[in-house]
């Protein structure tokens, strides 16, 4: 990532969000051409690998970098847009992946229970923290000790509040399912429930438009009701408590259709599609933030002249 800093000094820089239980930086990038210092452009944030095993997700936020920066074909996303991207959330359990066990989900936590280690970070977010979660350390939705207990999950929290005030939109990236979820893990809806709706569908459309044809479709909606059992303590039910924004959770194709552990492997002829169709997904949801801005903004201008 600092060999991309270095070669488009004037559009990426390269940032410390903090370091993970086992010492390792968790490092995203800021994507920009003037240095954030337009307050009146939105700020997009996308997420990957908070679930160490996903592995598909990041060649989703890989490309998008190379598509904002590399091989820019959409200028107006670039021009209109200030972008973070967090493309390994969960550096230690990614680590272990490729070390220990392919089909960890967890950090690296020590717990009270020698032979169980790791808090699954996406049910350590604060909102309804372990009320949809487990409080056994063995379990894969192990929610630790309390929100925010895990460096991981305070490391995005600061990098979200750093941008508050002009985020716009939310993409926790994971796998699997082929779906995109809003809010909330308890089943109940968000004041903006409609426009979410709206934005999931226009962004499942423009992916099922280009995926792979033996994939299916993807589904839409609430997290419940689509995935058919609570959750808490997300991190994108924890961006949708800021208000008006566009928070979502995608949820990638499964390895070969497959709904068990195998799902979580990746087809290597996969790896440039995944991140091909999840940036058309993306964009749809991205050109709707620039769409709403300048609405917004028109209507702030008129008043004024009203005045």
């Known amino acids: 990532m600092q060999d991309l800093a270095n070669r488009f000094p004037n559009r990426v820089r390269i940032a410390s969000a903090g370091r993970s239980i086992e010492g390792r930086e968790i490092r995203y990038l800021r994507i920009s051409t003037n240095n954030f210092q337009t307050q009146s452009r939105p700020v997009v944030v996308l997420q990957s690998l908070l679930h160490a095993r996903e592995w598909v997700?990041?060649?989703?936020?890989?490309?998008?970098?190379?598509?904002?920066?590399?091989?820019?074909?959409d200028q107006d996303l670039v021009n209109n847009i200030d972008w973070i991207i967090i493309p390994i959330a969960n550096p230690d359990g990614y680590e272990f992946t490729h070390t220990g066990s392919r089909t960890w989900r967890k950090n690296r936590r020590p717990t009270n229970n020698f032979f169980c280690m790791g808090v699954d970070?996406?049910?350590?977010?604060?909102?309804?923290?372990?009320?949809?979660?487990?409080?056994?350390?063995?379990?894969?939705?192990?929610?630790?000790?309390?929100?925010?207990?895990?460096?991981?999950?305070?490391?995005?929290?600061?990098?979200?509040?750093?941008?508050?005030?002009?985020?716009?939109?939310f993409i926790d990236i994971h796998s699997f399912g082929s779906m995109i979820l809003f809010a909330f893990g308890n089943r109940q809806l968000p004041p903006n429930a409609l426009i979410l709706n709206m934005v999931g569908v226009r962004m499942a459309q423009r992916i099922d438009a280009v995926k792979w044809p033996s994939n299916p479709n993807y589904r839409v909606g609430n997290i419940v009701d689509v995935i058919n059992y609570f959750a808490s303590g997300g991190a994108s039910d924890y961006v949708q408590t800021f208000g008006n924004i566009l928070s979502f959770t995608y949820e990638l194709p499964a390895y070969r259709n497959q709904n068990n552990l195998n799902g979580f492997l990746v087809e290597p002829a996969f790896i440039r599609q995944a991140g091909f169709e999840t940036w058309e997904g993306i964009k749809a949801g991205a050109r709707y933030v620039i769409e709403r801005s300048r609405y917004l903004q028109n209507i702030t201008k008129n008043a004024d002249i009203s005045v």
Do not use: M
């Open 57 to 73: 997700t990041l060649p989703a936020t890989l490309y998008a970098i190379e598509k904002l920066v590399i091989d820019v074909t």
């Open 121 to 169: 970070l996406n049910r350590n977010f604060d909102h309804d923290w372990g009320t949809a979660s487990s409080n056994n350390p063995c379990s894969d939705t192990f929610h630790g000790a309390s929100a925010f207990s895990e460096p991981e999950t305070q490391a995005v929290r600061r990098v979200l509040h750093e941008f508050r005030g002009r985020l716009q939109l």
